[in-house]
Nanobody, 121 residues
């Protein structure tokens, strides 16, 4: 079983920056895909960014050029650097991973508990 712990959220003024972290633990051999999602009040959850085991990245149009996703495979940790934050980035941000377990099986779609990001205008 995978445990994901997000951290790094908080309150920041528009134009500021935050870096979110997602630390994975459990019986993990490796992390395949890692994604960051967010859910704003009254809106559906949306994909913000994702990164494959090979380092290929994908971003939502609304954050491309401002956010950067990265990962440290040795630490089993992922990051989301958020620059030039806007009030519309306010949301709960969630980490999501697909992994290969220590026994060689695949586990998909594990979620963290989320971390709140609030951007004031």
């Amino acid at each position: 079983q995978v445990q994901l712990v997000e951290s790094g959220g908080g309150l920041v003024q528009a134009g500021g920056s935050l870096r979110l972290s997602c630390a994975a633990s459990g019986s993990i051999f490796s992390i395949n895909r890692m994604g960051w999602y967010r859910r704003a009040p009254g809106k559906q959850r949306e994909l913000v960014a994702s990164i494959t085991s090979g380092g290929s990245t994908n971003y939502a149009d609304s954050v491309r050029g401002r956010f950067t996703i990265s990962r440290d495979n040795a630490k089993k940790t992922g990051y989301l650097l958020m620059n030039s934050l806007k009030p519309e980035d306010t949301a709960v941000y969630y980490c999501n991973v697909d992994i290969i377990t220590a026994w060689g099986s695949y586990e998909y779609d594990s979620w963290g508990q989320g971390t709140q990001v609030t951007v004031s205008s």
